[in-house]
Every structure is written in structure tokens, then in C-alpha cells.
């Protein structure tokens, strides 16, 4: 399915679903921080929006039969659980919302998944490259078949079927102005440098400005840079309720004290804004807005109140969210002036070796055709002389900067999957206007991964063999990744957090080699539900009253064939330990937990800690 023939359905053939339709009517979805895309066909207006597009000549599109045709509001039963975080005014902000995702491997594919899943208005899929043998290690939506074929025309179709309310199409050519400006946000993975710097300048001198995310993932290694430009409003930092408080006294002076009842603290800190309502006596404070300054837990000073009446009893004071504007730093200013986000203060020093890392990594691609071989002593050597010339003081840690070179050729699908949740949440908040976002790096490494013994990661070991896995044994060798085809393991749950990890557990290779005693189990005993599809990525429409196991078995066996998964119906509790009992406990490696509730998750702890066996919990 590497070329998208699409009908006027918007899918690829008579044996796909019908398009979802909305229950609800309501709000008209426009694009709200970008101009409207000239090539998409009205997006869904003509054709369902199936029709080419100009630039490049190569343009698709597919899906927005409804979000992309205007006049529907938010699917409640699709997006419940997601409203309930963000809130309806965020939610119509995202569907008015269009999203470029650039690079299309193991990164690319997991933002652009999560974004499709959130419910943004449109997404482009943008690539140049073709399929390998290697990208199958950790880009969940290619086939062996697809080798050789362009990643954003492989992974289209896939992908499209995440989500038919959003439009989708993909691009192959060169990323030009144009499309740049189409969008609300940019998200540019396996970038080079002057493209970044390219990409930056379009997006800043755009109308309104368009946000642009820089992600990459080398090895071990994770770098994420976010420009939502000069003025960009937050319209809730945290995202919590806001605090109210019982009002006991208000002072009449210049600094009036306000104190509340002491049954809880107030939670107010300086500078929050107040409101007051059902005040007595003192009737004009009520309505009117206030700053604050914190003097206590039950304590705060509002300013003056000397003309206003005595207060006599009662009243609630409550917290009004202020919008913040955050100035973001270009990225030629930001590269020179790098603060970043401390994801691990253990680790102080690494965020700003890691920057000279990928300024580094930069360098290298520019002269030379590949990356430095993996576990290579002469390309890291070399890399490390590079790093130096470039940056002299700044590479404070040579062992840290050859590790790097060492391990920066390898993809990991865990590495993937984690930073492009994290990615994802940076592109809702670009569209939403809702969290406080990264400002405006963030550098992650998850060393703690290699052994203590590193020798037996030769060049040789951890070369390439044109197999799917090439990206990981770049990364922990040969060795490992035959050890990690023969474990055995049982994973309790194949919702939103066990299609995860079934994904990355099949993509990795886990229990992979059956002849050789590798096994994955996975039991849920619960029917898929359409609420699920907006989380559990494994599903679709169709799949609706199916079970969650055997579907979501089945759906890893196409990402991978040789992950032969057996899937169960089957609670664990005391009622079924004539199924699940030593014999089953005995022979596996470990257990993981994918669990929504507590007691589930009790009790298979008191079954691991029983037979000894290594626990996952999440």
C-alpha cells in the first residue's frame, strides 16, 4: 500500500470503513494562526478534499469530510477524555489548527500519530526520503513491502485512517515558503541546521507568525528546541482549577488583609489575580478584580480599600486565570544563548554538552555522506576533533562527546515514542494556547541504558546487516538484540498504555524468536469502545465491540511479522490462577502492567514479588 489511490471516500479501497460521521453540531472550524491552504480543495469541499495540489506536484489529501468542511463542533464521544483536560475553548482552538510534520521516521511518525489522535484540523505529512530496511525498527507504519518507496507516501494511508475528521495530506518535494505558511505549526525532525534556520525565518515573517519545533532523536540522545514566536499568549499556564477561598475577614486600610477561613490554605501566590462575590457590607469590592500578595497560608494583601464600606461577614474570593505572553527567542539568537529545560539535575552539564553535540552532529553531515559508525574509535576520535575545532572550551567532557559519536547512528523506538509524546503535547499547546510551553530547549539522554561494561560493543558487533533492527543493534549490539528475541513476557492490559507498549515491545523485536522460547502474552478482557479510538492508536472504527487483545495482536503482527503475540480475554485476579499459575509465572522474564485500576495492579504486584519476577508498572 505504498502509492494512495483515493477515492471520492477519502480511503483506498471498497473493504475501508465509512467515514465517521458527528453527533453534534455547533462551532465552524477556521483555521485560527495560519492563512487558508490554497491547496487543499476547500479542504473537503471538493471531493472530500481528495484532490492534487499545485506546488511540488505531488500534494494529496484525504479525510475532513468533517472537520475539514466547517460548520460541526467537537465530537464529544470521540474526544470525552481529552475535553476534560483541555476544556471545549481549547479543543475549537486545535481544530482550527494545521499541523506540518517534516521527516518521517521513528519521530516523525509518533508526533504526527499523537497529533492526528488530538483532533487538529489538518496535518501534512512532508518527506523526501525513501523507506530502508532500518526505518521498520521504529517507524510503526512502513512494510517490507514499502522499501525503496517515499515515507510520507508509505506512511499516508496508515495514517490517515487514524482520525477522519482531520484532513490530511502529504508532500514529497523539497519544503518550500508556501507551504510553510500554510500552517499553524511546523514540527521539523532529522533537519539539517541551515534548513532549521530556513524554516525559522519563513515562520517569522509569516502573518501571524507560524510556530515552529525542531525535534531529534540520535541513540540515546534527544534534543527538542520550541520558536512560537515573538508574542505568544498562554491562556492557562497549569491548566488547574482556579483557587477559590471562604473569605473570614477584609481590613479597611491602604494594604487591606484579607484572611480566609482556616479550615484549608488559600493556595494564592503573588502576583495571582482575585475576584470577590457574596462580600457584605462591603459590597463594592464584590465583582472587582484585584492582584495579589501573599502575606500567609490564610493571609493576602489586596491593595487599598479605605473607600469602601466596613466589612461585615461572608464572601468568596476567586482566582482569575491571566493570559501570559512569552517572548520567544529566534533560533540564530536561541543557539547562541541556549537555557535550557532540566529534565535531570543530576545530570547538570549535559544539556549544554548535548548542544554542542548536535551543533556538531550539524557539521559532520554537512561533510560527510553518513553518520560516524556506530562504536567506531576512528569516527569518534575524528568527532571529537571536530567538536573541538568548533567549539574549544565548550567540550568540557571528551568521554561524554565520543559516547555520543559512538551511539548517534543508532534509532530507538522507546526513545521515539517518548519524545514524540512530548513533542505532541508542545504542538497542543502551540494550537490551544493552553500549559506553559518548553522555553526553549530541552535536552534528554537516557545513558543509563548501556551496560557498565561497554567492550563488548565493538564496530563490528553493533554493524549494520540491512535487517529492521539495524537501528538498535547500532546502539546495544548483536548480542543483546538475539537476547531480547528470546524473552518472555506477559503484559496485563491492551488499552491506551498496552497498545504502547505492545507497539514498541514488536518494533524492538521482544519475544520475537519463537523457535528459540521468545513469547509476549497480552491479556484484556475488555470490548474496544469508540471513546477508545482518540487514545488507543491499535484501533479503528471497524474494530468497535471487538476485543482489545486479539486486535491489538493482530494489528502489532502487520508492524512487525515476526511478533507472533498471543492474545487472552482473561482478568487476572483469584478467580482465573488456575489459568494464570506456576506453570504460566515460572517461565517468564517479566511482567508488564497496563493497568486502570488499582486493584488489578495490586495484585500483580503480589504475584511478581510471589514468583520473583521483574515488574513494569505504568
Same mark, same amino acid.
Given at each position: ?6 477515492? @471520492? ?32 480543495? +476547500? ?18 489529501? /484525504?479525510?475532513?469530510? @468533517? ?27 486545535? /481544530? ?13 511518525? =509518533?508526533? %504526527? ?15 523526501? @526520503? ?51 505558511? =500554510?500552517?499553524? *505549526? ?7 541546521? =541551515? ?27 534527544? +534534543? ?54 457574596? *462580600? ?5 469590592? &464584590?465583582?472587582?478584580?484585584? #492582584? ?79 553518520? #560516524? ?8 576520535? =575524528? ?40 513533542? %505532541?503535547?508542545? *504542538?497542543?499547546?502551540?494550537? /490551544? ?12 539522554? %537516557? ?34 538484540? +538475539? ?12 488499552? %491506551?498504555?498496552?497498545? @504502547? ?12 524468536? +519463537? ?15 469508540? /471513546? ?23 494489528? *502489532? ?29 515460572? #517461565?517468564?522474564?517479566?511482567?508488564? &502492567? ?17 514468583? &520473583? ?6
Amino acid at each position: 500500500m505504498s502509492v494512495v489511490e483515493l477515492k @471520492e471516500d477519502g480511503h483506498t479501497s471498497s473493504t475501508s470503513p465509512p467515514t465517521k460521521k458527528r453527533k453534534l453540531g455547533g462551532l465552524e472550524c477556521g483555521l485560527e494562526n495560519s492563512q487558508t491552504p490554497t491547496s487543499v480543495a +476547500q479542504n473537503g469541499s471538493e471531493k472530500n478534499g481528495n484532490g492534487k495540489m499545485a506546488q511540488n506536484g505531488n500534494g494529496v489529501t /484525504s479525510n475532513g469530510t @468533517e472537520n475539514g468542511s466547517g460548520g460541526k463542533g467537537i465530537d464529544e464521544g470521540l474526544y470525552s477524555r481529552q475535553l476534560f483536560v483541555l476544556g471545549k475553548e481549547a479543543m475549537e482552538r486545535m /481544530s482550527r489548527s494545521s499541523v506540518l510534520v517534516s521527516g518521517l521516521k521513528g519521530l516523525g511518525i =509518533e508526533v %504526527a500519530k499523537n497529533v492526528i489522535l488530538s483532533g487538529v484540523k489538518s496535518v501534512t505529512l512532508h518527506d523526501t @526520503e525513501t523507506v530502508t530496511m532500518a526505518d521498520l525498527g521504529a517507524q510503526f507504519f512502513l512494510r517490507e513491502s514499502d522499501v525503496g518507496t517515499n515515507r510520507a507516501v508509505a506512511s499516508f494511508q496508515r495514517a490517515a485512517e487514524l482520525n477522519s475528521y482531520v484532513s490530511m495530506r502529504h508532500e514529497t518535494g523539497q519544503i518550500t515558503e508556501e507551504m510553510v505558511k =500554510e500552517h499553524s *505549526v511546523v514540527v521539523l525532525t532529522n533537519s539539517s541546521l =541551515e534548513e532549521q534556520m530556513r524554516v525559522n525565518d519563513w515562520c517569522r515573517s509569516a502573518s501571524p507568525t507560524v510556530a515552529m519545533i525542531v525535534a531529534d532523536v540520535r541513540g540515546l540522545y534527544a +534534543q527538542i528546541f520550541t520558536d512560537l514566536g515573538p508574542k505568544f499568549t498562554v491562556v492557562d499556564t497549569t491548566g488547574e482549577t482556579p483557587v477559590t477561598a471562604m473569605v473570614a475577614s477584609i481590613t479597611k486600610e491602604e494594604t487591606a488583609v484579607v484572611t480566609t477561613l482556616d479550615e484549608a490554605r488559600h493556595g494564592l501566590e503573588d502576583g495571582d489575580v482575585v475576584i470577590f462575590s457574596e *462580600v457584605k457590607g462591603m459590597e463594592e469590592i &464584590n465583582t472587582k478584580e484585584f #492582584p495579589v500578595k501573599v502575606l500567609g497560608p490564610y493571609t493576602f494583601s489586596i491593595g487599598d480599600t479605605t473607600g469602601f464600606s466596613q466589612y461585615e461577614r461572608g464572601g468568596v474570593v476567586l482566582q482569575v486565570k491571566q493570559p501570559k505572553v512569552v517572548s520567544f527567542k529566534p533560533l540564530p539568537i536561541a543557539l547562541k544563548e541556549m537555557e535550557p529545560v532540566f529534565t535531570d539535575f543530576a545530570k547538570f552539564m549535559s544539556p549544554q554538552l548535548l548542544h554542542v553535540c548536535y551543533q556538531t552532529l550539524h557539521s559532520w553531515n554537512s561533510t560527510h555522506s553518513s553518520l #560516524p559508525k556506530p562504536w567506531s574509535a576512528a569516527d569518534s576520535a =575524528e568527532f571529537l576533533a571536530l567538536a573541538k575545532e568548533k567549539h574549544g572550551e565548550e567540550v568540557s567532557d571528551e568521554a561524554f562527546v565520543t559516547q555520543f559519536a559512538k551511539v548517534c547512528g543508532g534509532e530507538l523506538s522507546p526513545m521515539c515514542a517518548a519524545m514524540g509524546g512530548v513533542v %505532541a503535547q508542545e *504542538v497542543m499547546k502551540a494550537c /490551544s494556547g493552553k500549559f506553559m510551553p518548553i522555553f526553549q530547549w530541552l535536552y534528554f539522554d %537516557a545513558l543509563e541504558c548501556l551496560p557498565e561494561d561497554c567492550s563488548v560493543l565493538t564496530e563490528e558487533n553493533c554493524a549494520p546487516s540491512n535487517t529492521r533492527y539495524d537501528g538498535q543493534v547500532a546502539v546495544f549490539g548483536r548480542d543483546f538484540q +538475539q537476547k531480547l528475541a528470546k524473552q518472555k513476557w506477559f503484559v496485563v492490559g491492551a488499552g %491506551a498504555i498496552g497498545c @504502547e507498549l505492545l507497539k514498541n515491545f514488536a518494533l524492538m523485536g521482544l519475544g520475537c524468536n +519463537q523457535a528459540e522460547g521468545g513469547e509476549v502474552q497480552v491479556t484484556d478482557m475488555d470490548m474496544i469502545e469508540r /471513546s477508545n479510538l482518540n487514545r488507543q492508536f491499535l484501533f479503528r472504527t471497524w474494530d468497535i465491540n471487538k476485543h482489545k487483545a486479539v486486535t491489538a495482536v493482530a494489528a *502489532v503482527q502487520a508492524m512487525n511479522p515476526d511478533a507472533k503475540y498471543k492474545s487472552m480475554e482473561l482478568r487476572v485476579g483469584q478467580e482465573t490462577e488456575n489459568t494464570y499459575n506456576d506453570s504460566f509465572f515460572e #517461565p517468564l522474564d517479566g511482567v508488564a &502492567n497496563a493497568l486502570d485500576n488499582v486493584e488489578a495492579r495490586t495484585y500483580m504486584d503480589r504475584r511478581c514479588v510471589y514468583y &520473583n519476577k521483574p515488574l513494569l508498572e505504568s
